[in-house]
C-alpha cells in the first residue's frame, strides 16, 4: 500500500494530466474501480469537531469553514499522496462530555487518520485523553492559555498540536506599549474557567516586571445576565486598563451595559477574545475604541491574507466572517497535508514527527512555525484599536503596532513533547 | 451611604428586568397551568424579530411592537394546535413546550443564521445625576415593567376579562357552567404570555447579545422567580421572585465574588422552597 502511495506520490503531475484525458475521454466508460485505482487510494479521513451547536455555535461556522476551504485547496490541486482528503465532522455541542463522545466515535467508526478542531480549552481538554489512548494527532486551533503540566493530557500532550497563540504571544509583546500609553492598573475580568484564569496569571507575571498592578480581579460563571455589581466594583477600583477574557454572549452582555452606563469614556478596554464574530456582535457604538490583540485580524494588509479571504469569500460568501480560529483551522489543514506528503504516509508517528519544525509561508497571518520543542505554532501578534463608526469587518479594526514572529515562553511541560 | 444608594439602584434595575423576563412564563404557568419550557426560546423568538424589524428600518419602538404581536400569533397558533389538547396534562406540556423551544431553536438558526446580532439602544448614554449615573436604557426598561404589572393588575382585579379569568382558576367546570367560553379564555392567556416574552425579548435584546439561545439565559432564573414567589402570584410574586433572585444577587456580590453570590442565590432559593414550597407569597 504504501509503495503505491510513494510513487503515485512522486509521478504526481503526470498522473494528473493522464487522469484528466482519462476523466474528459472516458468518464462514462470507466468503471469505479478503474477510477479507484487511478487514484491509487482511498481518501485521507479527518475527523472535525466543531461547536455547531450550544453556546459557542457563534464561532463554529468560521472553526469549520477554515479547514474546509484549505480541503478544497488540496483537493483541486491533486490531494495528498494523490490521495483526496475527506472531512468526517462532528459537532461538539459545545460540551466537554460529547467532545469525548465524537472523538471516540470518529476514531474508532469513522476510523479517521487524525482529529482536528475542538474550540474552547475545556473541549481541548476533554479531547486529551481520548487522542493519547488512541494515539491519534489533534490539531489545535484555538487561542489559549498555554501549556502547563498541571492540565496534561489536555495540553504538555505529544499528540496535540497548538496552531493558535497562548498568553506570551498575544499578551505580552503589548502589554508595555498598553501600561505606557494607558496607565499601570488593571482590572480583569473572565469567564469562570480555566483559559482567562491562567491567561491573567501569565499576564500578572509580565506586568509585574514592568511595575503594573491588578486592581481588580473577577470572573464570571457562563450566562450572566446583569452585570450592575460588577461595573460597580470597577468603577471604585481606580483602574486604568479593564482587561477582558470575557467569552461569547456574556461578553456582549457585559460590554452592552457597560456602554449603557457611560463608563467608555473612563476606561480602556483590551480584550483578548473578541475577534471578527464577537466585535460584529457587540455593534459600532459599543465597541468603539477597545483594543484587541491576536495573531489574525481579517484587516491585515498583507498579500497572503488578500488571496485567501478571496478565496474564503467565494466560497461562503461576501458577507461570512472569519477569525483566528478559522485561519488557525485553515493553516492546520495546509500544515498536516504538507507533512502527510512529506513522510509519504498518515501515520500518527510521521504526522508527528513531519509536523514538528514545518514552516508554511502562505498562512493569512504570515509565515508560522510548528515549534519543535513543544508542539506550539510561532505567529504573528497584532494589537489593533477598534475603529469608531466601522461598518463591516473591513474596516473595523486599526493596527497599533504588531511582530511578525512572536515567540512563546517553552511549554511548562516535560520538554520535548 | 453612597454604596447603599447605588446598590439599591442597582439591585431596583435587576430585579424590573428579570420581572419584566419572567412575566410571560408567570402568566402561563400561574394561569393556564402550562409549565412552559419554550419560554426562552420565545425570548430569543421576540428578540430576533425586533432585531429584523429595525434592521428592516422600522422605529425601535413599533420593533418592539411587532415582536410581542408576532410571538403572541405564534403562542396562539401553537396553543391551538397542540396545547389546548393537553391543559388537563401539565407534565406533558412540559415536553411539549421543551419540544418547541428545540424547534424553534433550530428554525431560528435557519432563518436568521447563527451568528450575533445586536439591536442598538435608543437610549445609549447614561443619565447623570449627582449622585449615581443611571442607564438610561435599563431605567427605561424598569419603567415599562412596572407599567406593564400595573396594567396588568388593573385587568386582572377590575374588569370583566379579569373576573372571567379568576373565574376559571377558581374552578374550571363551575366557570364553563355558567357559560364562560373556556377554550378560548385559555387560548387568549397562553396568547397574552407569548406577546409578554417577545415584549420582553425584544426589550431586552439592547442590552443583551442575541444569538440563537439568548432566552435560555433568562428561562432557569424565570422559573426560580416563579416558583419562588409563588405560582399564581403573577404580580407581588413576580416582583417578590425577581428581587430574590436577582437583587439579592447584585447586593451579595459586593461581599463575596460573583461566583459565590451566583451560587449563594439559588441556594438561598432551595432554602426558601424548602420551608415554604407554595412560595413567598403562595397560598396553601
Known amino acids: 500500500m504504501n509503495n503505491i502511495n510513494n510513487k503515485t506520490g512522486g509521478n504526481y503531475p503526470s498522473r494528473r494530466s493522464f487522469l484528466k484525458v482519462a476523466g474528459a475521454g472516458a468518464a462514462a466508460l470507466a468503471s469505479p474501480a478503474f477510477i479507484r485505482s487511478a487514484f491509487a487510494a482511498t481518501p485521507i479521513r479527518v475527523g472535525i469537531i466543531s461547536p455547531l451547536t450550544g453556546a459557542w455555535t457563534v464561532y463554529g461556522k468560521a472553526h469549520l469553514s477554515g479547514f474546509q476551504l484549505a480541503v478544497d485547496e488540496i483537493n483541486a490541486a491533486g490531494g495528498v499522496l494523490g490521495r483526496k482528503m475527506e472531512l468526517v465532522i462532528g459537532d461538539s455541542k459545545t460540551e466537554p462530555r460529547i467532545v469525548v463522545e465524537q472523538a471516540n466515535r470518529l476514531i474508532r467508526q469513522e476510523r479517521v487518520d487524525f482529529l482536528a478542531g475542538t474550540f474552547s480549552s475545556a473541549e481541548r481538554n476533554a479531547a486529551g485523553p481520548v487522542v493519547k489512548a488512541a494515539d491519534k494527532i489533534?490539531?489545535?486551533?484555538?487561542?489559549?492559555?498555554?501549556?502547563?503540566?498541571?492540565?496534561?493530557?489536555?495540553?504538555?500532550?505529544?499528540?496535540?498540536?497548538?496552531?493558535?497563540?497562548?498568553?506570551?504571544?498575544?499578551?505580552?509583546?503589548?502589554?508595555?506599549?498598553?501600561?505606557?500609553?494607558?496607565?499601570?492598573?488593571?482590572?480583569?475580568?473572565?469567564?469562570?474557567?480555566?483559559?482567562?484564569?491562567?491567561?491573567?496569571?501569565?499576564?500578572?507575571?509580565?506586568?509585574?516586571?514592568?511595575?503594573?498592578?491588578?486592581?481588580?480581579?473577577?470572573?464570571?460563571?457562563?450566562?450572566?445576565?446583569?452585570?450592575?455589581?460588577?461595573?460597580?466594583?470597577?468603577?471604585?477600583?481606580?483602574?486604568?486598563?479593564?482587561?477582558?477574557?470575557?467569552?461569547g454572549s456574556d461578553t456582549v452582555n457585559f460590554r452592552q451595559q457597560f456602554a449603557a452606563a457611560g463608563m467608555q469614556k473612563d476606561f480602556v478596554i483590551w480584550t483578548v477574545d473578541d475577534e471578527e464574530v464577537v466585535t460584529s456582535g457587540l455593534g459600532p457604538k459599543v465597541s468603539a475604541n477597545a483594543y484587541v490583540s491576536f495573531d489574525y485580524f481579517m484587516s491585515i494588509d498583507t498579500p497572503n491574507n488578500k488571496s485567501f479571504l478571496q478565496k474564503f469569500k467565494a466560497k461562503f460568501g461576501q458577507d461570512a466572517l472569519m477569525n483566528t480560529v478559522g485561519v488557525g483551522m485553515y493553516n492546520a489543514a495546509h500544515m498536516a497535508a504538507m507533512a502527510i506528503a512529506k513522510a509519504g504516509d498518515v501515520s500518527t508517528k510521521s504526522l508527528r514527527t513531519n509536523l514538528k519544525g514545518l514552516t508554511f509561508d502562505k498562512a493569512p497571518q504570515g509565515t508560522i512555525t510548528m515549534r519543535e520543542l513543544d508542539n506550539q505554532a510561532i505567529v504573528p501578534s497584532y494589537l489593533m484599536k477598534v475603529r469608531d463608526n466601522w461598518t463591516g469587518v473591513n474596516d473595523m479594526f486599526e493596527k497599533v503596532q504588531s511582530l511578525d514572529r512572536a515567540i512563546p515562553l517553552d511549554a511548562r511541560c516535560n520538554l520535548p513533547l | 451611604m453612597q454604596i447603599a444608594i447605588s446598590v439599591g439602584i442597582d439591585a431596583a434595575l435587576i430585579t424590573f428586568s428579570l420581572a419584566l423576563a419572567a412575566f410571560g412564563l408567570a402568566i402561563i404557568y400561574g394561569l393556564v397551568g402550562v409549565i412552559n419550557l419554550g419560554h426562552g426560546a420565545m425570548l430569543t423568538l421576540g428578540a430576533y424579530l425586533s432585531w429584523y424589524a429595525v434592521e428592516s428600518g422600522a422605529p425601535f419602538f413599533a420593533a418592539v411592537l411587532f415582536a410581542a404581536v408576532g410571538v403572541g400569533l405564534i403562542g396562539v397558533v401553537f396553543e391551538h394546535l397542540v396545547i389546548r389538547h393537553f391543559y388537563h396534562r401539565p407534565f406533558d406540556?412540559?415536553?411539549?413546550?421543551?419540544?418547541?423551544?428545540?424547534?424553534?431553536?433550530?428554525?431560528?438558526?435557519?432563518?436568521?443564521?447563527?451568528?450575533?446580532?445586536?439591536?442598538?439602544?435608543?437610549?445609549?448614554?447614561?443619565?447623570?445625576?449627582?449622585?449615581?449615573?443611571?442607564?438610561?436604557?435599563?431605567?427605561?426598561?424598569?419603567?415599562?415593567?412596572?407599567?406593564?404589572?400595573?396594567?396588568?393588575a388593573f385587568v386582572l382585579l377590575k374588569t370583566s376579562i379579569g373576573i372571567k379569568i379568576r373565574a376559571l382558576i377558581q374552578n374550571r367546570e363551575m366557570a364553563g357552567l355558567l357559560g364562560l367560553n373556556i377554550a378560548a379564555t385559555y387560548k387568549m392567556v397562553f396568547g397574552f404570555g407569548c406577546a409578554m416574552a417577545g415584549l420582553a425579548g425584544a426589550l431586552l435584546a439592547p442590552m443583551l447579545s442575541i444569538d440563537p439561545y439568548i432566552g435560555n439565559v433568562f428561562l432557569i432564573r424565570s422559573f426560580f422567580v416563579v416558583i419562588v414567589g409563588g405560582i399564581g402570584q403573577i404580580l407581588g410574586g413576580t416582583l417578590l421572585g425577581s428581587f430574590f433572585i436577582g437583587g439579592s444577587e447584585t447586593i451579595l456580590a459586593l461581599v463575596s465574588s460573583q461566583v459565590v453570590a451566583q451560587v449563594a442565590v439559588f441556594f438561598i432559593a432551595i432554602l426558601i422552597l424548602r420551608f415554604r414550597p407554595q412560595g413567598l407569597l403562595g397560598e396553601k
Not at chain 2, 97 to 124: A, H, Q
Not at chain 2, 131 to 139: G, L, R
Open chain 2, 93 to 152: 406540556t412540559l415536553l411539549l413546550t421543551w419540544g418547541f423551544f428545540l424547534i424553534s431553536t433550530e428554525v431560528i438558526k435557519i432563518v436568521f443564521g447563527t451568528s450575533f446580532r445586536n439591536v442598538p439602544s435608543p437610549f445609549p448614554s447614561a443619565i447623570h445625576t449627582s449622585f449615581y449615573d443611571f442607564p438610561a436604557y435599563k431605567t427605561f426598561v424598569a419603567c415599562v415593567t412596572i407599567v406593564l404589572l400595573l396594567a396588568t
Open chain 1, 138 to 247: 489533534l490539531l489545535y486551533p484555538t487561542f489559549y492559555e498555554g501549556q502547563e503540566k498541571k492540565y496534561a493530557p489536555g495540553v504538555c500532550n505529544s499528540n496535540i498540536f497548538m496552531f493558535g497563540p497562548e498568553p506570551t504571544q498575544q499578551v505580552w509583546p503589548h502589554l508595555e506599549y498598553m501600561t505606557k500609553k494607558f496607565g499601570k492598573k488593571l482590572f480583569m475580568i473572565g469567564s469562570d474557567y480555566a483559559w482567562p484564569r491562567v491567561t491573567n496569571e501569565v499576564t500578572k507575571q509580565k506586568l509585574k516586571e514592568l511595575g503594573g498592578e491588578v486592581v481588580g480581579e473577577v470572573y464570571i460563571p457562563f450566562n450572566t445576565p446583569q452585570y450592575e455589581s460588577v461595573l460597580r466594583d470597577i468603577r471604585g477600583s481606580g483602574a486604568n486598563i479593564i482587561f477582558h477574557s470575557l467569552t
